[in-house]
């Protein structure tokens, strides 16, 4: 079974900092995704990383997928209130159709 | 362009007890996903229908899980009987043509208590 282990589990941080979580797996997949849930909410998708060594960017947000495709990173500049909320990274199994979604990272940015 | 609906919102049960929650996917998606979220873990998927068969339900606990898709539009999950441990968040999830790499659209989702 191909698992997701995402870094740190939780970060308190004020405004204007910058920030990077990490998801990690010894497995290689086809492709990561990265979600972020507010609460009471669904996940809601943020990028699509498919091509080992690739960068998106969003705004603030920088994602990396890792060059042997089994790792991703995301990076936040100066993050903001609005961007609390539980990030989530989801690959998809190679071999198979199925998305397999990590535990999260719990981020509370203080204003 | 309406969004995932589920209903409902909230559910609390006993033990032993059954329930049963609904999902309308954005109308055209293939793939209906159904996934349980525990407090502090990250969805976890329970069953993936296409149309109106099952690709994957590996997942799902049998015995008292079970999973419909009439038509090959909207869903129900039904737990009987329900046990404290199925406390959790249930998400209902579709998407187009369920490939590999494919944006997922999330419901809101239902959260059931079992006391």
């Known amino acids: 079974t191909q698992l997701l282990e995402q870094s740190p589990q939780f970060l308190s941080i004020q405004e204007g900092e910058n920030l990077t979580v990490y998801c990690n797996s010894s497995?290689?997949?086809?492709?990561l995704q990265w979600y972020r849930q507010e609460p009471g909410e669904g996940p809601v998708l943020l990028v699509t990383?498919?091509?080992?060594?690739e960068v998106k960017k969003l705004k603030r947000l920088t994602f990396q997928f890792g060059d042997a495709r089994k790792d991703s990173s995301l990076h936040i500049t100066a993050a903001q209130p609005g961007d609390t909320g539980l990030y989530l990274c989801?690959?998809?199994?190679?071999?198979?159709?199925?998305?397999?979604f990590g535990a999260g990272t719990r981020l509370f940015v203080k204003a | 362009e309406a969004g995932v609906a589920q209903s409902p919102r909230y559910k609390i049960i006993e033990k032993r007890q059954s329930v049963a929650f609904w999902c309308n996917p954005i109308?055209?998606?293939?793939?209906l996903y159904w996934y349980q979220q525990i407090l502090g873990q990250g969805p976890k998927l329970l069953i993936q229908?296409?149309?109106?068969?099952?690709?994957?339900d590996s997942q799902l606990p049998k015995d008292r899980f079970s999973a419909e898709r009439l038509k090959g539009v909207d869903s129900t999950l039904k737990i009987q009987p329900a046990k404290l441990e199925d406390s959790a968040v249930y998400l209902c999830?579709?998407?187009?043509?369920?490939?590999?790499?494919?944006?997922?659209?999330f419901g809101s989702g239902t959260q059931l208590s079992v006391l």
């Open positions: 229908f296409q149309n109106n068969g099952v690709v994957d």
């Open positions: 497995s290689v997949f086809s492709s």
């Open positions: 999830a579709s998407s187009l043509a369920g490939g590999r790499s494919e944006k997922l659209f």
């Open positions: 990383v498919v091509t080992g060594g």
């Open positions: 109308s055209g998606h293939a793939t």
């Open positions: 989801a690959g998809a199994e190679t071999g198979g159709f199925k998305t397999i």
